[in-house]
């Protein structure tokens, strides 16, 4: 079980550009949910994805957006880049309802 | 989800029993305690989670209070690979799974 995978591991784009970021769950889980975590600080959540579906969204804008493809696997897209969203994002997934979450190692975001 | 306290660092030597406190005094009756960590360059880990009882792992064991108010999170033997930032959260089971972290603990394990 190769559990979460992200990629790409490092990115740098330039201000403005737009960025997507890719993750594949754990085999099995059907749930994935995104995180940022800026340098020094704990995780923030993004949003959750089930069914294809965006479930839950925490405090970020519009700019932030995601999918879920018929195979569980997610994608976090970015538009209009600003040197704040420099930082690592992280995917979770989880079966639904079920209590331990397993987290990809990330992918690091460098804004220029 | 309620909010959580918890000191920035603190350090422990190897071999020794690593012991992680945490507050949660406005905790609810439906929320369990959870603890995950996370080494530096990696991914959070979830270690354990509890609603009332205190429970146990082969990664560590958690300590409720009666009162629910505060927790503490033992490691028993640490060791350098436990050298690892440790986030105690907070949290209603189900509830998406979304997970709230603060800024944690840093723990340093030392020879």
């Known amino acids: 079980d190769a559990g979460v995978t992200q990629s790409p591991t490092h990115l740098i784009k330039t201000r403005g550009q737009q960025v997507t970021l890719r993750c594949s769950p754990k085999?099995?889980?059907?749930?994935v949910s995104w995180y940022q975590q800026a340098l020094g600080q704990g995780p923030q959540f993004i949003f959750q994805?089930?069914?294809?579906?965006?479930?839950q969204r925490g405090n970020f804008p519009d700019r932030f957006s995601g999918h879920q493809f018929p195979n569980y696997s997610s994608e976090l897209n970015v538009n209009a880049l600003l040197l704040g969203d420099s930082a690592l994002y992280l995917c979770?997934?989880?079966?639904?309802?079920?209590?331990?979450?397993?987290f990809g190692q990330g992918t690091r975001l460098t804004v220029v | 989800d309620a909010k959580t306290t918890q000191p920035p660092s603190m350090d422990c030597a190897e071999g020794r029993a690593a012991n992680l406190p945490c507050n949660h005094s406005?905790?609810?009756?439906?929320?369990?305690v959870y603890w995950y960590r996370q080494i530096h360059s990696q991914g959070p880990q979830y270690i354990i989670h509890?609603?009332?009882n205190n429970e146990t792992n082969e990664m560590a064991s958690l300590i409720i209070t009666e009162d629910r108010k505060s927790s503490t999170l033992i490691l028993p033997h640490a060791t350098l690979r436990d050298t690892a930032v440790y986030y105690c959260?907070?949290?209603?089971?189900?509830?998406?799974?979304?997970?709230?972290f603060g800024g944690g603990t840093r723990v340093l394990v030392k020879p």
């Open positions: 979770a997934s989880s079966k639904d309802r079920e209590t331990e979450a397993f």
């Open positions: 085999s099995g889980h059907d749930t």
């Open positions: 994805y089930y069914e294809e579906e965006e479930r």
């Open positions: 406005t905790i609810s009756g439906n929320e369990y």
């Open positions: 509890g609603l009332k």
């Open positions: 959260i907070v949290r209603v089971w189900a509830a998406g799974n979304k997970l709230t």
